[in-house]
């Protein structure tokens, strides 16, 4: 079984997909175990798979038998091995966490939910492993139709969001697309390593500068990055609980791996950094990016829209990082992507726990739970730690090796960007964290006198949203002590040799 | 805002435009796209796969998990119309209609009345669609089967000549869509029920997907058809002929059964008791 890694992980959970949407019309128990299974399988193999690539440093799976430019090919190296793990790592301990949303949410369509679910995940797994331009597209179109509707379903503002975002992002995959058509038309091929491999002779060609440039511009747009934001912040902010977890620490950390497999893999870093002078305006649009990301954040009273804000900030320095172009920075975005889909769970689970048990979703809603929920708020303080940068955090890592990939590339604006987003960061969360600590709970801002100030009863969030909460907290701690592990074991080999 | 945003276009559709002037000219021998791997398709696809239609070769076969993703594209919007649509529990309407078929008489039953029982006699009518034509009516019964034949032959006729799943799929959804406009929604609805669909639709899918997992189980890589041979008793070529045939009707199950599930969302708003 062991060759078949790459496939297991996305036909595994594409039949129990279909499994769990027929299981909702027959028997509503089951969708949860296959829902849980399928996706269960897909992260072992996936981490099989790291496995197998840190030892052979590339793997590769050929659909349908056929070799690589006739047919369509899974590659997996050091780059996407490692975001495949966080991707299925992220989608299983979401769903455990969601159980209880789900069923309260959308009781009679569980089994549609779970298949969208699942298929989405499939989506992004499937655009990580992929070693085809054109496949890529075709698993954006499953994670983007099985996206909007998981964010659409919800009786607010819900449905408009999810439809302004399905527009904005229809555009961003049309011009992926058209992209990959003018490499098509250029190259004659979809294989992304035979497109690179005839890169050296066509880096002159309009159209493949074309290609590159609308490439970029479609991804910016799905991945949220400044000034491309727009959609993101309301379609964020009004999804229901258990999507969330889902879509928004991956949607955006997995369109920032296409981006730079795309411009290291697909077009080489030699066209992409040298022969297009693009990367200097981009590092500048990141920083931008992260200032007014933050300074939007600081901006905001309700905090799922806050977190959004900061995921605009921190999409800025992963592009940013990469496009310094040099080791260090690409070393930082990379593991930040890991390290962002993790912190921006933990975000969002938190969020999740926190909607259940308080009437609103303002940081002055907020007051007295850290008496009310002291479990919940240790692990939410570690989520908060993690996107300022304290070590031993993961958060700090990365941020690490952003800021020495600027201090290399001699761009201070950037570090400075960094810092000042770390310091607006640690201003974000210490608020909440004295709402929540000093000010008493009140039940529905003091409508209710009764409880004003006596003792407020301890009402932890259920263990079956606890357990994975604490794992993705705890998991931050150790994804920071083991960035060390991971820079040199994988990320190294992750990057061309050419850059230093 | 508008104007900027006109701006932009205007500005991507014009560099977009510029830059097609280094394509080959269409139909150039020696453009790239012509000259890299179209040859290897035109001249291998009999000898690979026996079928002599090289795009259903290179659809189904060569680039055939692409055509399964797509296949679950539009599953996938069969979900989101029914996730995002679907009400179950819908309040009794106003008024309902009813139609005395003995009499071709239209009654108007309302709020709180006795409602007769459905029957021969009694047929419940939509309140939007009050009148029946007969002639509408007739003649659409009388062409469906041949509408649902034809699909069939474009289903088969895929290796042959255009055609294959998708198009089949959406001619035979057509027919029952037919059906629902000619007469109502219910009666679509009495002749295929939206579960049949839903399981229809998931086992379409299912015959693309898991004769591909069938050929990973059997040993070689993922929806490798030629480990069919074993199993229908042919060479490995003819099997990967055959191969196809399986999955294009799998995808032809499931457009078929997609498009009939979203035009019953869609027709009524989610309700599925009175259509359009």
Redesign the interface.
Known sequence: MSQ?YP?LII?VP??AA??A??AG?INKRYCFPIAVASLAASFVSSVFLLGRVIRVKEVI??????TA????VYRVDALNGLVIVVVTAVALVNLIYSKSAIEEDFP??MG??Y??YI?FATGLA?MVVTGDA??LY??M??AS??G??LM??RRDRA?VSALNYLIVGTIGATFYL?GVG?I??????LNMAEIASFMSQMSD???I??AFV?CLAGLFIKMAFFPLHGWLPNAYTYTPTASIGLIAPLTTKVTVYIMIRMALSVFTPEFSFKTIELSGAIVWLAIIGIVAGSCMALAQKNFKKMFTYIIVAEVGYMVGGFWLGNRAGISGSVLHIANDALMTLALFMAAGIFARKIKGEEISDMQGLFRKMPWTMAAFVLGGLSIIGVPPTCGFFSKWYLISGGIEAGNYYFVGALLFSSLINAVLFFRIFEVAYFEPFSESHGHDHSHGHEAVAVEEAPLGMLIPFYVVAISLVILGIFSGDLITKIIYFAIPAGIV | MKKLGLLTVVVCGV??LL??????DWGDPN????????P??LENSIKDSAVPNVVTAVLA??????TM??T??I???G??C???L?V?KTEKPKSTYYRHVPTATTLRIIEGAVLPEQSKVFKRIDSVWVPFDLILATTCKAIIPFIQIFALYVIAHGHHSPGGGFQGGVVLGASIILMAISRNLGAAIAHLKE?TT??MA?IG??IY??T??F??LAG???????TLATVLGVDEIMARSHGILIVETGVAIAVMAVMVWIYYNLSSAGKQDEGL
């Open positions: 078949h496939a036909v594409l039949l279909l499994a949407a027929a019309w799976y050929e659909m349908a038998g056929w430019p006739i047919g369509i009679d369509k549609t939910y298949a969208l298929l499937g054109f496949n075709v698993l179109e499953i139709l099985t909007y509707s659409g379903l449905t058209l003018y098509y038309i250029a190259t004659g091929t060609s309009g159209s500068r074309m609308i | 560099l977009l830059k097609t002037a280094e394509f080959a453009s790239p796209a012509s000259r890299h791997l179209s290897y398709f076969d060569y680039r055939g998990f692409d993703f797509e679950t594209v599953l996938a919007a979900l989101a029914f996730f995002i679907r179950r579960k839903v399981l998931m899918v299912f997907a898991g591909g997992a050929a990973a070689k890589n993922f929806l490798d058809y030629s």
